[in-house]
């Protein structure tokens, strides 16, 4: 038996202590004796409400503890917990007065698993984007091969820009760089992105390169989120996505249609080397000249072929047509008054040339031509 109660001095000075007053001074002993700690255990009962505020129990083999988790602790994990996780909770023990319940306020939480949290909405995300046919290898588009405008997604105070730049310059200078600025990191980051991809859809670009520098995977968090890869996979012209290090791999980078490890190699593969062109322009320079030089003679043989050919057919022409008039010559001979008067004849003609056939045009007295074979006579009829 323990020591005996004093029923009359365990009351308050006002006689029997209240419901209010319990739970207030078990709070205030609980959160004076217990300060913040880190509490291992398995997730069950989880729910999420409308205000953001998460809701569920923490238990063991031996026992259970309720825990919340307010809004403005849990907006930056990527997904919520679910049942039957082992998790690792930072948090500060206190009451919850209006129900009389201990209760756990989290501002940490951790998945005891690889990768936590981080990696479940990784893997949820990707399951999504894949069912949608968002990551099949045939939707890949190729780069252009002479751009003209590359629109660049990233931070401007970055040194990501710079390297773009750099190597934009000295492979294609002649290519347009038009830089949207955007927040990569942080809680407004994911928002951030998809309104700069937005406004680039309404832009006359070429290739698109979306870059940021190495992090942890809280600072990558916004190239891991279903919304920007959705977007980025809606863009109308093709998408390098170079985030983070060459060893990272986000959402991002699997459904653009090319993955560069670094910024450097994605300016580099949206881009041709202007040393290169040149030679590859020579030496076409060369095989047009020679292909135009061999054609030239292939012409200039044939055009002498052809020369050949029209001469001979306009001397077969020439021939043929001297032959021909040549016919007609003697047909047209033979057929001349003037082979007739070779033969004796004689034609009498009046002073306007017209031709004496009968003796009434002959009255007494007429003057008229008598044309014969080596000339004219004139004459007077008698």
Same mark, same amino acid.
């Given at each position: 038996m323990g020591a005996p109660v004093d029923l009359f001095a365990a009351?308050? #000075? %006002? !006689?029997a202590w209240t419901v209010a007053e319990v739970t207030r001074r078990a709070r205030a002993v609980i959160e004076a004796g217990l300060p913040p700690l880190w509490v291992r255990g398995e997730v069950a009962g989880f729910k999420a409400w409308?205000?953001?505020?998460?809701?569920?129990?923490?238990?063991?083999?031996a026992a259970q503890i309720r825990c919340v988790m307010f809004a403005k602790q849990n907006y930056m994990l990527p997904t919520p917990p679910v049942d039957g996780m082992q998790v690792f909770v930072f948090a500060r023990p206190s009451m919850y007065e209006e129900k009389g319940e201990f209760q756990l306020t989290v501002m940490e939480l951790l998945s005891t698993e690889q990768g936590g949290l981080w990696k479940l909405a990784f893997e949820k995300a990707k399951a999504a984007l894949m069912k949608d046919g968002l990551l099949d290898p045939a939707r890949k588009r190729h780069m252009p091969k002479f751009p003209r405008?590359?629109?660049?997604?990233? *931070?401007?105070?970055?040194?990501?820009?710079?390297?773009?730049?750099?190597?934009?310059?000295? $492979?294609?200078?002649?290519?347009?760089?038009?830089?949207?600025p955007a927040q990569v990191q942080g809680a407004k980051a994911e928002a951030s992105v998809c309104s700069a991809l937005n406004r680039i859809r309404r832009l006359p670009v070429d290739v698109?390169?979306?870059?940021? !520098?190495?992090? *942890?995977?809280?600072?990558?968090?916004?190239?891991?989120?279903?919304?920007?890869?959705?977007?980025?996979?809606?863009?109308? &012209?093709?998408?390098?996505?170079?985030?983070?290090?060459? #060893?990272? @791999?986000?959402?991002?980078?699997?459904?653009?249609d090319l993955r560069a490890a670094t910024p450097s190699a994605a300016a580099e593969a949206a881009t041709p080397d202007r040393a290169e062109v040149l030679a590859q322009c020579g030496v076409l320079g060369q095989r047009l000249a020679r292909a135009l030089r061999i054609a030239s003679r292939h012409v200039v043989e044939r055009l002498?072929?052809?020369?050949?050919?029209?001469?001979?057919? &306009? %001397?077969?022409?020439? %021939?043929? *047509? !001297?032959?021909?008039?040549?016919?007609?010559?003697?047909?047209?001979?033979?057929? *001349? /008054?003037? $082979?007739?008067?070779?033969?004796?004849?004689? @034609?009498?003609?009046? #002073?306007?040339?017209?031709?004496?056939?009968?003796?009434?045009?002959? /009255?007494? !007295?007429?003057?008229?031509?008598?044309? @014969?074979?080596d000339g004219e006579v004139n004459g007077r009829v008698q």
């Amino acid at each position: 038996m323990g020591a005996p109660v004093d029923l009359f001095a365990a009351a308050s #000075t %006002e !006689g029997a202590w209240t419901v209010a007053e319990v739970t207030r001074r078990a709070r205030a002993v609980i959160e004076a004796g217990l300060p913040p700690l880190w509490v291992r255990g398995e997730v069950a009962g989880f729910k999420a409400w409308r205000s953001g505020h998460w809701y569920f129990s923490l238990r063991d083999k031996a026992a259970q503890i309720r825990c919340v988790m307010f809004a403005k602790q849990n907006y930056m994990l990527p997904t919520p917990p679910v049942d039957g996780m082992q998790v690792f909770v930072f948090a500060r023990p206190s009451m919850y007065e209006e129900k009389g319940e201990f209760q756990l306020t989290v501002m940490e939480l951790l998945s005891t698993e690889q990768g936590g949290l981080w990696k479940l909405a990784f893997e949820k995300a990707k399951a999504a984007l894949m069912k949608d046919g968002l990551l099949d290898p045939a939707r890949k588009r190729h780069m252009p091969k002479f751009p003209r405008r590359i629109a660049v997604v990233t *931070s401007p105070d970055g040194a990501v820009l710079r390297d773009i730049q750099a190597v934009v310059g000295r $492979r294609w200078p002649v290519a347009e760089l038009i830089v949207v600025p955007a927040q990569v990191q942080g809680a407004k980051a994911e928002a951030s992105v998809c309104s700069a991809l937005n406004r680039i859809r309404r832009l006359p670009v070429d290739v698109l390169i979306v870059g940021r !520098g190495g992090g *942890s995977i809280e600072d990558l968090w916004a190239s891991n989120s279903e919304r920007v890869a959705r977007a980025v996979a809606a863009m109308p &012209m093709p998408v390098i996505s170079a985030v983070g290090h060459e #060893t990272d @791999v986000t959402l991002c980078d699997l459904v653009a249609d090319l993955r560069a490890a670094t910024p450097s190699a994605a300016a580099e593969a949206a881009t041709p080397d202007r040393a290169e062109v040149l030679a590859q322009c020579g030496v076409l320079g060369q095989r047009l000249a020679r292909a135009l030089r061999i054609a030239s003679r292939h012409v200039v043989e044939r055009l002498d072929r052809t020369g050949d050919r029209l001469v001979r057919c &306009m %001397e077969n022409r020439l %021939e043929k *047509s !001297g032959a021909l008039l040549t016919a007609h010559s003697a047909r047209l001979d033979a057929l *001349s /008054p003037l $082979r007739v008067l070779g033969r004796g004849y004689a @034609v009498a003609r009046d #002073t306007d040339g017209r031709v004496l056939k009968r003796v009434a045009q002959l /009255p007494t !007295g007429k003057a008229f031509r008598l044309r @014969v074979t080596d000339g004219e006579v004139n004459g007077r009829v008698q």
